[in-house]
């Protein structure tokens, strides 16, 4: 800022500070204001009063900026974490069968993947004869069924499965 262009806003200042004039209050209530009243300053040229509301301020922003980077940093985290979650959720549906808790005879799955995981071949494997079919899609953590998923298990439930030879 200009030395001149300073002196010029302090003596505007200081000739509304020291006569009567008035504005009408900012908040919209249209109440008058004595501009003396008003602590009126240039650029940050404050008076003390506002000096210690600017200090606030800034303390305040500084905060909610540390805030606003702690939040990044841990939506950062979260993001890298759930794309693991999936990562580990895709190997875990494909050698689940393996596992000894799984409760279907891993030789009676066929796996799909898309859009779910396996149809299971009851008593295939062991009787030769298979006693029913199933339809099953593995979850890990708290993943739900997707919209194409729920869509089938509703057409299974309302009996809407077909058996075509072509």
Do not use: W
Request: glycine share 4%.
């Amino acid at each position: 800022m200009s030395n001149n262009n300073y002196k010029e806003a302090k003596e505007v200042i200081k000739t509304l500070s020291e006569n009567k004039f008035y504005c009408e209050c900012p908040c919209g209530c249209g109440e008058e204001i004595l501009l003396k009243d008003a602590n009126l300053f240039y650029l940050d040229d404050f008076p003390p009063e506002a000096e210690e509301i600017y200090k606030e301020m800034l303390e305040e922003l500084k905060r909610q900026r540390l805030e606003l980077r702690e939040a990044e940093k841990n939506m950062s985290q979260k993001s890298q974490l759930g794309a693991e979650s999936v990562n580990i959720g895709l190997i875990l549906e494909r050698i689940a069968p393996a596992f000894k808790t799984f409760p279907f005879e891993h030789n009676d799955c066929r796996s799909l993947f898309d859009p779910i995981d396996y149809v299971i071949f009851e008593g295939l494997n062991k009787k030769g004869v298979v006693s029913k079919i199933i339809f099953t899609d593995i979850k890990t953590g708290n993943a739900k069924l997707n919209k194409t998923q729920k869509e089938i298990k509703s057409l299974i439930q309302n009996k809407k499965v077909d058996f075509k030879v072509y």
